[in-house]
Each structure stands twice: as structure tokens, then as C-alpha cells.
């Protein structure tokens, strides 16, 4: 069997080769993050996780930024340095982006702001800002000339990302971020109360929804009570409720007396064993018309239109 030669360059050197070309790079980030996000989603809190976790947020993100803005004229490690940097500020960005906006910031919405950035910035860099525009893919970068200037710049750029990181990430910690509970009324067929014109001693039943939309188990109260003529009359209803959990809760209401009623809902949620905070009202005015009976039909008719009695008692 032939052995080849010492001459030729074998798979592990080719494969070093080929990721130093622009379009290796290119594969290579794309592929990592890729695999990064499928081993955070298989195995979350493995070996595995943290090997693939913490070079997608602290290196990969800010390479290819670097790859685009940074790549001419850079010498290795101060690419590393700079991806380092970018890095840590664009997740810190990311996670301000997410946790302001509906989309919300949990584990699922981290590793896709991630890979969506990260090939997007690949994108950019390969059909408009790309990393070898003016030079050879080959040509080694030029410092020969004022190489502290090109140190301090890197030191700036890294210094600047540091502290907008942590600009950032202080908004993010002290910040009060919008919930997302979910808090509704319907009526018991779960549709819109389209008919707020009612009769005096029916029963109205409403349903009230209601989806923990917080960062973990809450418990909440609902409190539902009807007014109308100064009177008041309340119930509680009370249930703790896992994240993302939905409560349905029917309340039946006496529609008395005639008038204008209006039902009150008030929720209260409760983290542990802080105090409850009021988390919102919602409330339905309806219109109660009297009843109808047959003697006051009788009573309202005209006095012509009584028909004479036959009893011969009667004068």
C-alpha cells in the first residue's frame, strides 16, 4: 500500500487551510452556531451546553461583526480581542431588545436572537461589507507603521464596549418590564358580550381568562363585584397558577335591581411571599329593564278597552 507522502498536507492541515480562507470562516460561523443551538436545545445544562454555549455568545457574535467592520489591517489577536468585546455587547444589546419588546427573553428567544444575528451579519459581510474588500484573501496585513496606534484603537473600541455593555445591563436588571398576563372577559360561550341590554331578574354568567404570563408560579386573586344603586356585593376567587398556565373562572350575577349595573373585575397578583399588587380592572356596564308582568299589563290597559262581565252580581 502506498503511504503518502510527507510532502503532502494532510485532512487536519486542509481543513486549517480551508478556515483560513474568507469563505471557511464563513462556513465555520455559520456551521458553529448551528450546532450550538441545537446542542443548547437538546442538552440545556450539559458539558456540552457550555462548551457550545459560551463561544455562541462571547466569541461568535462579535467575530462576525469583526469580519465585517474590524478584519483589515488587524493582526489576529487583536481580532480576538475586539470579537471578545463586540460580543459581550451584543448579547447585553439583544437581551435589551427582547426583554422590551412582546417577544419577551427566555432561552428559546436567546439562542434564536443569536443565530438570527449572527448569519445575518455572515450575509452582510459576503454580499455587501465583505472582510477581503481592497486586499488579497492571501495578503498578510501591513503594521509596520505606528503599531501603538493600532493597540490603543483596539483598547478604546474594547474599553467602549465594556461600558455600554454594562450601561446596558444595568437598564436590564433595574428596569420594570411590561407583563404579559393575559386578563379577559367573555361571555359563557367564550364570545364577546355584543347585547348589554338585559331583563330584570335574570342571571348573567361571565367567564373571566386568565394566562400567568410572569416569570414563574404566581398567585393570583380575582375579585368580582357588582354595583348599582349604592349596593355592593363581592367575591373572591383565588388560585395559584404555574407560567404560562390558564385559568377559566364562570361567575353567575343576579341581575337586580333594574337600572344601569355595572361588574367590576379586579385582579391581584402575588409573588411568593411579597405583598400582592393590583394588576389590573375590567368592567361592563349593562342596562337591566324591568320586568314585564301580567298585571302590570293589565293595569297599563285602557280603561275602554276593559271587556263588560256577563256575572249579573256585577252592576
Same mark, same amino acid.
Given at each position: ?5 510527507k510532502?503532502? !498536507? ?11 480562507t474568507?469563505? /471557511? ?12 443551538v ?6 440545556p ?9 459560551i463561544?455562541?455568545?462571547f ?12 478584519w *483589515? ?6 481580532r480576538?480581542?475586539?470579537?471578545l ?9 439583544? /437581551? ?13 428567544t $436567546? ?14 459581510e $459576503?454580499?455587501?461589507?465583505?472582510a477581503d474588500? /481592497?486586499?488579497?484573501e492571501r495578503?498578510? !496585513?501591513?503594521? $509596520? ?19 455600554v455593555s454594562?450601561?446596558?445591563? /444595568?437598564?436590564?436588571v $433595574?428596569? *420594570?418590564y411590561?407583563?404579559? &398576563? ?5 361571555d359563557a ?7 348589554t ?9 361571565? #367567564?373571566v ?14 375579585v368580582?363585584?357588582k ?5 355592593? &356585593?363581592?367575591?373572591?376567587f383565588?388560585? &395559584?397558577?404555574?407560567?404560562n ?14 337600572g344601569y349595573?355595572? #361588574?367590576d ?5 402575588? *409573588?411568593?411571599?411579597e405583598?400582592?399588587?393590583h394588576?389590573g380592572?375590567?368592567?361592563?356596564w349593562?342596562v337591566?329593564?324591568?320586568?314585564? &308582568? ?7 290597559? !285602557?280603561?275602554?278597552?276593559?271587556v263588560?262581565?256577563s ?5
Amino acid at each position: 500500500m502506498k503511504k503518502p507522502s510527507k510532502s503532502e !498536507p494532510d485532512w487536519l492541515e486542509r481543513f486549517v487551510s480551508y478556515l483560513e480562507t474568507q469563505n /471557511g470562516q464563513r462556513v465555520a460561523i455559520c456551521a458553529f452556531s448551528i450546532v450550538a443551538v441545537i446542542v443548547l436545545a437538546a442538552l440545556p445544562g450539559g458539558v456540552l451546553a457550555y462548551v457550545f454555549g459560551i463561544p455562541f455568545m462571547f466569541f461568535i457574535p462579535g467575530f462576525a461583526v469583526v469580519r465585517m467592520f474590524f478584519w *483589515k489591517d488587524n493582526t489576529p489577536e487583536a481580532r480576538f480581542v475586539l470579537s471578545l468585546g463586540i460580543s459581550i455587547l451584543v448579547v447585553v444589546m439583544l /437581551g435589551l431588545l427582547l426583554v422590551l419588546t412582546p417577544i419577551g427573553l427566555d432561552q428559546n428567544t $436567546t439562542r434564536a436572537s443569536l443565530i438570527v444575528f449572527s448569519l445575518a451579519a455572515v450575509a452582510s459581510e $459576503t454580499f455587501w461589507l465583505r472582510a477581503d474588500r /481592497g486586499v488579497s484573501e492571501r495578503q498578510a !496585513p501591513q503594521r $509596520t507603521a505606528k503599531p501603538m496606534v493600532l493597540d490603543l484603537v483596539v483598547i478604546a473600541m474594547l474599553a467602549t464596549a465594556l461600558v455600554v455593555s454594562a450601561i446596558s445591563l /444595568g437598564l436590564i436588571v $433595574t428596569a *420594570k418590564y411590561p407583563s404579559r &398576563t393575559y386578563f379577559a372577559v367573555t361571555d359563557a360561550s367564550g364570545h364577546v358580550l355584543a347585547n348589554t341590554t338585559l331583563v330584570e331578574g335574570a342571571n348573567l354568567t361571565l #367567564v373571566v381568562h386568565i394566562k400567568n404570563g410572569e416569570d414563574g408560579q404566581r398567585n393570583f386573586t380575582l375579585v368580582s363585584y357588582k354595583i348599582s344603586s349604592g349596593s355592593y &356585593t363581592a367575591q373572591n376567587f383565588s388560585r &395559584t397558577l404555574n407560567k404560562n398556565e390558564l385559568w377559566d373562572q364562570a361567575i353567575s350575577f343576579n341581575l337586580t335591581p333594574a337600572g344601569y349595573l355595572r #361588574v367590576d373585575f379586579d385582579l391581584y397578583i402575588q *409573588k411568593g411571599s411579597e405583598l400582592p399588587y393590583h394588576y389590573g380592572n375590567l368592567h361592563i356596564w349593562l342596562v337591566v329593564n324591568p320586568a314585564v &308582568t301580567y298585571s302590570s299589563k293589565v293595569s297599563s290597559a !285602557p280603561a275602554d278597552s276593559m271587556v263588560p262581565s256577563s256575572d249579573p252580581l256585577i252592576a
